[in-house]
């Protein structure tokens, strides 16, 4: 057992792409169209669970920040299923909801998060604003494609990956046996970059992980999140919560 420790503690890695349990709650509610102001505890929660014990069957080092959201939720949801007092209707007396902080702070988190990217958007202007003396471009004006970045976010993938783990019914354990060695995520990277330019169509998110391995697995999420920050693959949804795709970002 010593031994087997040892291997899942060399791929245990700290995934710096999540950005902290509010931005998973605030993806929680875009993506299934949740009111802000009237959230429904038991679905959050049980759509956060989900994300959490994602993480945790792959033994990514989840931030504790994230434990502690788990509990606020879990204990949200706890006193929304209490019976409520009566109160009498001549009393002023103001039954706080129990959501009432957690939404104040979706909120004031949605607001910094969009002036955040309002603020990135104005540094890329100005970033393409220069002088220099008057030229003439014409004989070397081209026309240059434009990038396709996608929109996809670690959230869609961790989740097209726990449907990819359900539909394969690689359940727990998933390794059965100690390797000699483990591949490197730069090797990874590189096997995953051929197989997507390979397809000239895109490739099936599932199809990128072919072994019943844990560390197969997270050292593929892993490369693959390298090569979208890299700008080298992007990946992309028919529709929300469909089928996830990874393209060559020069396609």
């Known amino acids: 057992m010593k031994g087997r420790n040892k291997l899942n503690q060399a791929y245990q890695v700290k995934l710096d792409t999540f950005e902290g349990p509010l931005d998973l709650l605030l993806h929680l509610i875009n993506q299934y169209e949740i009111d802000i102001y009237d959230i429904p505890v038991a679905t959050i929660t049980e759509q956060y669970m989900t994300y959490i014990h994602t993480m945790q ?29 009566e109160l009498e209707e001549e009393s002023e007396e103001y039954m706080e909801d129990p959501r009432e902080e957690l939404m104040q702070r979706l909120i004031e988190y949605r607001k910094y998060k969009e002036a955040a990217v309002q603020l990135q958007e104005k540094e890329i202007e100005a970033n393409q604003i220069f002088t220099r003396p008057p030229i003439e471009f014409d004989n070397y004006v081209q026309e ?55 397809a000239k169509d895109g490739i099936l998110f599932d199809d990128l992980f072919t072994y019943q391995s844990r560390s197969h697995i997270v050292v593929t999420f892993i490369a693959l999140l390298e090569l979208m920050k890299e700008n080298q693959v992007y990946c992309e949804q028919t529709e929300q919560l469909e089928a996830l795709y990874v393209y060559n970002m020069e396609e």
């Not at 509990?71 to 409520?84: D, F, H, N, W, Y």
């Not at 396709?148 to 726990?162: E, F, H, K, P, W």
């Not at 090797?187 to 330019?197: A, D, F, K, P």
């Open 57 to 85: 069957r792959l033994e990514l080092n989840i931030a504790s920040e994230y434990l502690v959201m788990a509990a606020t939720l879990v204990e949200i949801k706890s006193q929304m299923l209490l019976p409520k007092p």
């Open 144 to 198: 240059v494609p434009a990038v396709v970045q996608g929109d996809t976010s670690v959230y869609d993938m961790l989740n097209a990956l726990n449907k990819m783990l359900e539909r394969k019914k690689w359940n727990q354990p998933l390794d059965t046996k100690i390797k000699r060695a483990e591949i490197s995520i730069e090797q990874r990277m590189e096997e995953v970059l051929r197989v997507v330019n390979e």
